[in-house]
């Protein structure tokens, strides 16, 4: 089996998991939860807008500040919100795993230390 066929074998695998199923099952959720979907993509919006000031070298203006600290407690009151970033912070996890031991198979002597 080459590498490419190794690969693709570990993405089914990690198709199987429960921690992308739930991923799954939640991002359909919000897909299906219109306010939950509009909240989301007001916070991306505002963020964008933050590190866009940040990065021209701007602080955020406080009417940004706010409007970000109200749309974070509305995500944060959202319980189909907290299922998806529970979900995606267990997959990010998995993947943290699966990378940290393709490392380890790629530099066997740093996990010995």
């Known amino acids: 089996m080459d590498l490419i066929e190794k690969a693709k074998a570990l993405g089914s ?26 909240l989301i993509e007001d916070i991306q919006t505002i963020q964008q807008q933050i590190q866009f000031s940040q ?11 706010d409007e970000f600290n109200t749309a974070k407690g509305k995500m944060d009151a959202s319980l189909t919100i907290q299922a998806y970033a529970r979900a ?26």
């Open 55 to 65: 990065q021209s070298g701007v602080q955020p203006s406080q009417e940004q500040v």
């Open 13 to 38: 695998e990690i198709r199987k998991t429960e921690e992308f199923k739930e991923l799954s099952r939640t991002t359909e959720n919000v897909k299906g939860d219109p306010e939950a979907a509009r």
């Open 88 to 113: 995606r912070n267990n997959f990010d996890q998995l993947m943290q795993d699966v990378n940290k031991a393709i490392s380890d198979g790629i530099n066997p002597e740093e996990e010995k230390e």
